[in-house]
Each structure stands twice: as C-alpha cells, then as structure tokens.
C-alpha cells in the first residue's frame, strides 16, 4: 500500500491545478447530476443551410463492418471481431473499454461498404438507444462521433430534424464535459469537435467557446518543429487529420467569414513538415510512444488531404523541441529520441524509454520497439512501457521511469542533452541516478554504418545487473558468427560486452496482434558500442 501511495504522490504533484479541480468538480457533480442531462435543447434552431464539405481522399483503416444477414453484423475494431445478433448493442465492453469507444466513434460510416442509407440507419438507431447509453456519451466519444455525424450527414446531404436534435443534444453534453481533468489530446478533441458543433448548427455559444480553446490548446500542444507535445507520431497523425478537417469546414464555408483559416494552414503547415521528416521512407511512422499501426491515416494520406485542401509544407526539416533526431543516408533511417516525459501533466502515453533508438534499412524496420498491443490495464500494458521492452540500457527490474496504471508515470528520467550535431548525439539521463548509475549514450553515423555508444558510471555490481537490449522485426533472421552477428548483408559487431544472447520476444503487430521475434539481450560494461554496418 505504501509503494502505491507513493506512486500515486509522485504522479499527482505534476499535475495542473485545473487538472485536480475538474477531477473533484466532475465527480462531485456527477453524483448529483447524471451527464446526460446537460443534453438539453435550449438553444436549438432548426438547420436552415447545410455546410458544405469536400470529402477527404480515404477511408479509415482502423475499422470493418460486415453484413452476415440482413440483421447481423459483424464489427471488427483492433484487430478483434464481434457479431451483434439482431441489433447492436451500443454499450457492448466484452472486447474492453476501447473497443466500445471505437464502436461509438462511428468511424464506420466511411467504410467503403456502408453507404448514405445504411449510414442513416446506424444514426437513427443510436438515436433510439440515446437515453440507455453509457461510454457513447462519455465526452471523449461524443467528440469524435459529433465529428463524424457531422461530416457524414453533410457530405451525403441528409436532412432530419430528429438527427439533428440527437446531435445537438451531444454537443451540449460535451460543452458541459470539457475533459480539463485529462488536458493534451483529449481537450484538443474535445475543440475540434465543439467547433465543427459551432458550424453545423451555426451557434455562437459553441463558436465562442471552441475558439478560444481550439486556438489555446494548438498554441500549447504543437511545439516549435511541429510536434504533438505527446510526442507519439501516431496521435500527431490523428489530430493532424482533425486539423484538416477542420481547415476543410472553415475554407468551404461562410459563416464567419472564414476566419481562422490563415491560423489553421500555418500551424497544419507546421504539422505536416515534421510529420513529412519524421516518417520512413517506407511510408510508415516510427512506432514509439503508444504509436502502432492500423489506427491512425498513414502520413501519405494527410499529405494527399492536405494538397486536396492547398496546405503546403517543408520537406527535410531540422527536428528539435520534439527530442527526436533522424540520420538518413540511402540505405539507413536511424531515429533517434533524447526526449523526455512530456507533457509533465500528462503522460498518458509516455513510456519509460529515455535514449532509445529505432533503425530502418533498406527501406525496411530492422531494430523497432516491442511496440503496443492494449490499453487495457495489465502485466502486458505494463511490459509494454517497460525500459526492458525498449533499444535502451535497462537495471535489473528498475524501470528508468515510473511508468504504472496502464497511462502514469510517477519519478521521472530527465534527459541531458550533451552534443547535438548533424553527424553525432551524445545524452545522458539519471533515471538510475538513485541507485548509483548513470547512463550516458552516443549516436553517430557515417555513409555506411551506425554506432552507439554507451558509456555507464557505477559500481561493478550495478554495471553487472545491467542489461542492453536490441530488438529485431520479425522479419530479420539472424546468425551468430563468433562476437558478430549476421542479418543477410548486415553486420552486427559487438565491443565492450561481457556476453550476449539470443532470445525470443513477441512484438506487437497493432493491437491484439502479436508475432514472434528476436532480441538481443547484451551484458555490458562500462564502455561498450554496438556497429552496425553493410558487410559488402
């Protein structure tokens, strides 16, 4: 009890104050008030003119829907499938709690298989489930299904009143909800969604009030290379996707005369040059920070979305608030991360995973993360964030930060960086600090191969608990020849290791999806570098 008491006090003191308040204010008041009584009609006018929307350029991968019987259906979302026998049961969590969410996103609608009318069927059976919902009208749904109807029922130019009123009801539950216990991505939703509510049904409450915090939270959350503040490439890809959605709804509109548009393409602008940076040239993001695949429009998408919407962006920028690097040359992408736990106040989907480093090769993932599988409370999630699951020196079972509760993190590593050059990085961190070892870490590259250096400061027998992993994509075979080791034409050598091994781990292909794979498990000491390099 005492070790969770401590947790949860190192968590709780890098709160926000409005963070803390909303917590207490929000469970106070939920007690009193069920949240689905904030979904009133006061304010409600019957939509005079539609707004006008050019439809993005794909359709999401994250979901599948299947027809068995004209009645029966099957959903299929993370990569686990589910049949509703007569009718959907909207509240269904056999397959957890985010499932149900993605259920109630109704990202569906898009799926190439569903059309207007079947589309308008799902809507108006939602509508007549209204007041038996539950996760549906939590306000992080509400957001992105408010986003989705709205689009839907524009783009198909579907008109009924008993729909609309549906919606606006949710959109009064959401303005009443904003989710300022949680902040980062949740409230930049919970914008994005009010303001596309302020278009639709062209209310000025709503447009108040999503203006300032959309404008608020963009100026917050995106950092100065363009960055999420999250720091997961797959939650820049999903709000980027928000934000051209929402520059779609503004340039094609009138109402109020377009204003925040120029606001909007430089801060996408902005987005899209790291995001374009950041990405390998295979098309697919570096799966770090709760990234995965599946989920999120690929970065090929949102640049097409974005030409569709005339957003222009830099290709080849320098990274920097972000803490991620990137070496390129024909053969190599190494991407390197000396970042931190960031936001301090919400680290939802920080992993304990301080100079870690993922590797392509020929276009291919050759070292990559163990990666994500679940959000679901337990040993996986946890092994997961976990430093062992991470390309990073690990001591014993010591994670180098409190990473816990499946989206907490206690005491923190901080990060320092030392040199950062276009052909070398040097950090170090103190997430062992107190345990007497210090961790310092080189990063450099030539036309031909990758070094990493590791220099570690304690005493032998800390340095001897330690242990440095590698880990290899499924698809890489390796072979052992002596201190080196083989994957085809690439060469793994090895200095400064007391020993090594060869073991097996399962990687997550996307969620629910796991493959096994290879890791080398490395006994270091206190000087070492691992070469990889093109045996030919």
């Not at 009010?194 to 999503?210: H, P, T």
């Not at 098309?283 to 429009?297: F, H, M, Q, S, V």
């Not at 990274?319 to 024909?330: A, I, P, V």
């Not at 679940?374 to 946890?382: A, F, G, I, M």
């Amino acid at each position: 009890m005492w070790t969770r008491l401590k947790l949860m006090i190192n968590t709780v003191i890098h709160l926000k104050r409005i963070q803390v308040f909303y917590q207490i204010y929000y469970k106070v008041r939920n007690r009193v008030f069920d949240p689905i009584s904030f979904g009133k009609l006061r304010g409600y006018k019957p939509i005079q003119d539609r707004i006008v929307l050019a439809a993005f350029p794909f359709s999401p991968e994250a979901t599948s829907i299947e027809w068995l019987t004209e009645k029966d259906l099957r959903f299929s979302f993370l990569n686990l499938p589910h049949e509703f026998i007569g009718k959907v049961d909207w509240n269904y969590e056999g397959k957890g709690k985010l499932w149900n969410y993605n259920l109630n996103y109704f990202d569906f609608l898009f799926d190439p298989k569903i059309g207007p009318d079947s589309g308008k069927k799902f809507i108006k059976n939602y509508r007549h489930s209204y007041d038996s919902l539950k996760g549906g009208l939590e306000p992080y749904p509400i957001s992105l299904r408010g986003i989705n109807w709205v689009k839907f029922l524009s783009i198909n130019n579907i008109q009924e009143d008993e729909i609309d009123q549906c919606l606006y009801k949710q959109f009064k539950i959401l303005e009443s909800n904003l989710e300022y216990h949680i902040l980062a991505n949740h409230l930049l939703e919970n914008a994005f969604s009010l303001f596309f509510g302020a278009y639709y049904f062209e209310n000025d409450n709503f447009y108040r009030k999503a203006k300032k915090l959309l404008m608020a939270q963009l100026s917050e959350q995106i950092l100065s290379d363009g960055a999420h503040y999250e720091r997961s490439p797959m939650y820049h890809q999903i709000l980027l996707f928000r934000l051209l959605d929402t520059i779609n709804l503004v340039q094609n509109n009138t109402w109020k005369s377009k204003e925040l548009l120029k606001e909007l393409k430089d801060v996408a602008q902005s987005m899209l040059s790291w995001l374009d940076t950041i990405t390998f040239r295979n098309g697919e993001i570096p799966y770090l920070k709760d990234a995965t695949k599946g989920i999120a429009p690929t970065t090929q998408e949102l640049l097409d979305y974005a030409k569709l919407l005339g957003v222009d962006w830099e290709n080849e920028i320098s990274l920097s608030e972000s803490g991620y690097r990137k070496f390129s040359n024909e053969r190599m992408e190494l991407v390197v991360d000396i970042g931190g736990i960031t936001p301090s106040y919400q680290p939802g989907h920080a992993h304990a995973d301080e100079l870690n480093f993922l590797l392509n090769l020929n276009g291919k993932p050759f070292i990559v993360d163990v990666g994500i599988s679940t959000y679901e409370k337990n040993q996986r999630r946890q092994l997961e964030r976990s430093t062992i699951s991470h390309n990073c020196v690990s001591l014993g079972n010591t994670n180098s930060s409190e990473v816990w509760g499946g989206f907490r993190v206690a005491k923190r590593a901080k990060v320092h960086v030392l040199n950062d050059s276009i052909s070398e990085i040097v950090a170090e961190h103190n997430g062992f600090g107190k345990k007497g070892l210090s961790v310092k870490r080189k990063f450099s590259a030539s036309q031909s191969a990758i070094y990493v250096e590791d220099i570690l400061k304690g005493s032998s027998s800390l340095i001897e608990d330690t242990v440095s992993s590698l880990h290899f994509h499924p698809d890489v075979k390796l072979k052992v020849s002596g201190n080196d080791i083989f994957a085809d034409n690439i060469r793994i050598k090895l200095e400064g290791f007391r020993s090594f091994a060869l073991e097996s781990y399962e990687y997550a292909d996307g969620f629910n999806r796991l493959i096994g794979a290879k890791k080398l498990v490395l006994k270091p000491s206190e000087t070492n570098q691992i070469e990889i390099q093109y045996a030919d």
